[in-house]
Nanobody, 126 residues
Framework: EVQLVESGGGLVEAGGSLRLSCAASGFTFDEYAIGWFRQAPGKEREGISCISRSDGTTYYDDSVKARFTISTDNAKNTVYLQMNSLKPEDTAVYYC???????????????????WGQGTQVTVSS
């Protein structure tokens, strides 16, 4: 059974940092691309990052580029999202998701992903 469990969310002041973790199980961790999404109240879920397992290329939405970093620890079957210089508009529930491909083609589309975690809340105060 595929499982993804996010953690690390919380309340932080603007300009602060958080590191989200996504612990994965039930599949061969280093063979499938993993993405991070977020959903703010009243808004659609949006893709913010993806890491390819074919060559390690990372992808970011413009809204988080240069502030967020996606990485993996294959020994721990865990994906991280380091978030720096947080802004109030980063407030959302953050989800990790795995897709059935090694690459991140069309990574912004949520329907390209097969399994999702339960999400972790990130709140950035101004």
């Amino acid at each position: 059974e595929v499982q993804l469990v996010e953690s690390g969310g919380g309340l932080v002041e603007a300009g602060g940092s958080l590191r989200l973790s996504c612990a994965a199980s039930g599949f061969t961790f280093d063979e499938y691309a993993i993405g991070w999404f977020r959903q703010a109240p009243g808004k659609e879920r949006e893709g913010i990052s993806c890491i390819s397992r074919s060559d390690g290329t990372t992808y970011y939405d413009d809204s988080v580029k240069a502030r967020f970093t996606i990485s993996t620890d294959n020994a721990k079957n865990t994906v991280y999202l380091q978030m720096n210089s947080l802004k109030p508009e980063d407030t959302a529930v953050y989800y990790c998701a795995v897709r059935g491909f090694r690459r991140c083609d069309r990574w912004l589309n949520s329907y390209e992903y097969d399994y999702w975690g339960q999400g972790t809340q990130v709140t950035v105060s101004s």
